[in-house]
């Protein structure tokens, strides 16, 4: 591949004008998911109890413990068919994608056996579960595998559309899917308080077949590559099967970590705890979903700029996708990390013990994820992961392994939280030094365009809200004040200390558009 660095300000400014669209449409979708999803997990927890809640939390854990496989070929997936359409080649793209559909047919298959085997194993014998909702287990457990297993077919038609970057589309199917979960939460009430868990289940299960059909439908009508009949092509197979294994291995970190780590707590703390975790990971993802919207526009033109050999504007994205990541994070996460316990009692009736201090140091891991995704996503489109899965995946699973230590010694479980945030620090550096060799971004431009930064920025914009919150009374009216001087401390200090002088520019020029409207 012929490799170019000169810089093509046309397309920068094309390329930001698209990247900006796509957020807002993504931002304009996560606010009413969001929305929607706060309001329904309070209905699910007043409506299923502590005990269901974390009953479907566990099995839930169990069943994504396999996406370790699912992720791997999805992730190759997602690469090869947005690394094609950067590329241009439009035989091999459909290529790819018929023979992304086959795999996955094949592969939900083969989850669906092993979660039978290994989950139903797993709930006769480690798990902490009531008597008395054992059978209501293993039901949730059969509805939840059918649901994963769809999950799994949708994956190259979601591919699609965020590689064509139609995020119009894929904002109004997460509209109708986190509609059609919230009409469920309210069909609950109709169930007796026994069948409540097993009948979210169920009701899941029909959604995510719903929307699979929904995905399949605007693929076909929209892609070319998405029509005619299946096939598989064994050389893109192999291709796919290279990429995806190294990609496997590098995906072990989160799976085992964050799903080993909620068995790791069901076993030595128990449910509650379990919910706790739970709340805070919705806490979390309501959270990212705010930064997985500005990555999810940027990422198919770091991996396009890629294949199209233009280095330059492949770091410049990488660079500003790690910067308006974490500011973006900042600046949710914050007030949220100050105002944590009120907030919970304002959202849920009962709030479990430990949910604050999880929640708060969940959105400090967060904030750290968040700097490395376009980083990640840029070492995922050389098709070379080999390295950075040996380096990086042993790394990231010290937190499984050393949480398991802690707790065997009598550690509380809010000790894997501080553990996992200096394991996240520990990546980013490691991620940083990969990248200087696998991409050739050099490490100083890197720590001058985000770390030095992201670092001063967070600084001074946390030294006034935290004065609030010390110095005032611990009153709703401060606690309002102090969510306010937060997120205003925030813009300030990444307009003033976290951009350059071109990205003030390019803001502020934004604004007086907006203005003038």
Known sequence: ???????????????????????????????????????????????????????????????????????????????????????????????????????????????AIACEIISIWFIDSKMQVPPD?????KWVLQCTIVTFCFSLLSVPYNACIVAHERMKAFAYVSLLDVSLKLGACFLL??????????????????????IRAVYSIYCYKNFEECRGKLHFNKP?????????????????????NNQGVTMLINHFFGLTYNAARGLASQVEGAVMQFVSNFTMAINPQITKSYAAGNLDEMYGLICRGAKFSY???????????????PILALWLKDVPEHTAIFAQLTLIMGMCDSIGSSGYTACMATGKLRNYALIVTPVGCLEFV?????????????????????????????????MEKMIGLPIKKYMKQVFYPVICTSFFAIIIPISFKVLLPDTVLYGLCTVF???????ICVFFIGLTNTEKQIVSSYLNRIKHK
């Open 1 to 111: 591949m012929l490799i170019s660095n000169k810089w093509n300000p046309m397309a920068f400014a094309v390329d930001n004008k698209r990247i900006a669209r796509n957020t807002m449409m993504l931002y304009i979708r996560t606010i009413l998911v969001m929305l929607i999803s706060l309001y329904m997990s309070r209905i699910i927890l007043e409506v299923l109890g502590i005990n269901d809640y974390a009953i479907y939390q566990v099995v839930g854990g169990m069943v994504s413990m396999f996406s370790i496989i699912s992720s791997s070929l999805s992730v190759s997936i997602s690469r090869h068919i947005t690394y094609e359409i950067g590329h241009g080649d439009k035989i091999k793209l459909r290529n790819i994608f018929s023979t992304a559909v086959t795999i996955q047919i094949f592969l939900a298959i083969i989850v």
């Open 133 to 137: 909702k054992v059978i209501a287990t």
């Open 189 to 210: 009430k109709l169930f007796s308080a026994d069948h409540r868990l097993v009948g979210y289940a169920i009701l899941l299960m029909v959604i995510a077949i719903c």
């Open 236 to 256: 893109i197979f192999k291709e796919m099967i290279s990429f995806s294994a190294w990609s496997f291995f590098s995906n072990t970190t989160s799976i085992v």
């Open 327 to 341: 500011y973006a994070m900042l600046f949710f996460s914050l007030p949220l990390i100050l105002e944590m316990k």
């Open 402 to 434: 050393f949480s398991w230590v802690l707790f065997v010694f009598g550690a509380p479980a809010v000790s894997s939280y501080f553990l996992y945030i200096l394991v996240k620090v520990t990546i980013l550096i490691v991620r940083m030094i990969l």
């Open 485 to 491: 001087v937060a997120l205003i401390s925030v813009v």
